[in-house]
């Protein structure tokens, strides 16, 4: 089993990529790995409950511990305890964390 | 330490650069003694089709004397021994048959995506 | 005191376009708090964070004078993550890609900052605990 850190940076209403980033994510856990979804910038925005918020609702499902960096939401008046069922706040340190852990490490 | 650098931003400053960037580095990485695999994804799948053809341009009276072949560079990356994977859902959803593309590459799937993220030891996503 | 680490980022978006940049900084302060030691590659735009010659300016809209304004300067910032981290017992190694540096024009960067070459990051990325790459698009 290996670990990864998934970091998405991307939001689904500006890019049509972040679905596959998601299901990859899946697709790791169900191959056997250990995936944290760290997700900063305007991808914090699908955390606020809205119409394209079911990625991350099928990525926590699936068995993705999906983070949100908590200034990212903090910048965009998202409330951390009103996010997507799953989705916990968390502070940018958790990617230095998992990087100094050896993670396999991506940035979208 | 094997390294899987992934390609999917295309057509970015690939004119003023004459190359892209990341295919560019993978070269240069390569010749200083990295293990690297490339993946296509993305519009970067786009990099394999044959005929692409960026000559012509010129700005006032500078011409562009030296058109980035970007198919021809990622050929050139396997002669070099590097794998060259190609995302095939990607390539589907753009249109493209195997026929339009170049030789040598080797096709993935999503799920074989996982799969390859395992054999390598860090995967450098450009 | 934290285990020493080391940490290798690649960057790529130039100053001032995107918030890519905001993250990878911050990725890099907290390192630099933790007096890891800290590789950092800038490839393509990334070569102007260093840049010397930025300077700050005025802000009319909000009616503030350059002193008044105190506009980031992404020079600044990576002068602070260097002395942050040296204070830590740690470094951060900056190398701009020289190639890179050439077709800008900004060879003149910061104190610190070194040209190199691809082939650094790959010695950089071989002699880490782990390496992050914050592509552009």
Redesign the interface.
Not at chain 3, 130 to 135: A, K, R
């Given at each position: 089993m290996a670990k990864y850190l998934l970091i998405e940076s991307r939001d689904p209403f500006d890019s049509n990529d972040t679905g596959s980033y998601q299901a990859l994510a899946g697709e790791l856990v169900k191959q056997g790995h250990k995936v944290t979804l760290f997700l900063v910038q305007n991808g914090v925005l699908p955390a606020r409950p809205g119409t394209k918020s079911q990625g991350l609702t099928d990525a926590v499902k699936s068995g993705v511990e999906v983070l949100a960096d908590d200034f990212s939401l903090r910048e965009r008046g998202i409330r951390a305890d009103k996010l997507v069922a799953g989705v916990k706040a968390a502070p940018l340190d958790v990617v230095v964390d998992q990087l100094v852990e050896g993670r396999k490490a991506l940035f979208h | 330490m094997k390294t899987l650098n992934i390609i999917e931003t295309a057509y970015r400053a690939t004119i003023e650069e004459q190359d892209d960037t990341i295919v560019w580095i993978t070269h240069a990485m390569k010749g200083a003694g990295a293990d690297l695999s490339v993946l296509l994804r993305g519009n970067a799948v786009n990099y394999a089709v044959k005929g692409q053809d960026a000559s012509g341009l010129s700005f006032g009276s500078e011409k562009q004397t030296h058109p980035p072949m970007i198919a021809e560079d990622v050929a050139a990356l396997m002669k070099k021994g590097v794998a060259v994977y190609i995302a095939e859902e990607d390539v589907a959803a753009r249109g493209l048959e195997r026929t339009d593309l170049i030789e040598g590459l080797k096709p993935v799937s999503r799920a074989g995506i996982a799969k390859l993220f395992d054999e390598h030891d860090q995967i450098w996503n450009w | 005191m934290a285990e020493k680490?080391t940490?290798t980022f690649?960057v790529?978006d130039a100053a001032y376009e995107n918030?890519?940049t905001?993250?990878a900084l911050?990725?890099m302060d907290?390192?630099a708090r933790?007096g890891?030691d800290i590789n950092v590659f800038a490839?393509?735009g990334a070569v102007t964070l260093p840049f010397s010659k930025q300077s700050p300016h005025p802000n009319a809209v909000h009616g503030r004078d350059a002193d008044q304004e105190d506009h980031p300067l992404p020079r600044k910032f990576i002068a602070g993550l260097m002395k942050t981290a040296k204070e830590k017992g740690g470094k951060v190694d900056w190398i701009n890609c020289g190639l890179c540096v050439d077709e800008r024009g900004v060879a003149e960067a910061i104190e610190g900052v070194r040209r190199g070459?691809?082939?650094d990051?790959?010695?950089c990325?071989?002699s880490s605990?782990?390496?992050?790459?914050?592509?552009?698009?």
């Open positions: - | - | 680490k940490l690649a790529m918030a890519r905001t993250t911050r990725l907290i390192a933790r890891y490839y393509e070459s691809p082939g990051l790959v010695k990325a071989q605990d782990n390496t992050l790459v914050i592509g552009t698009r």
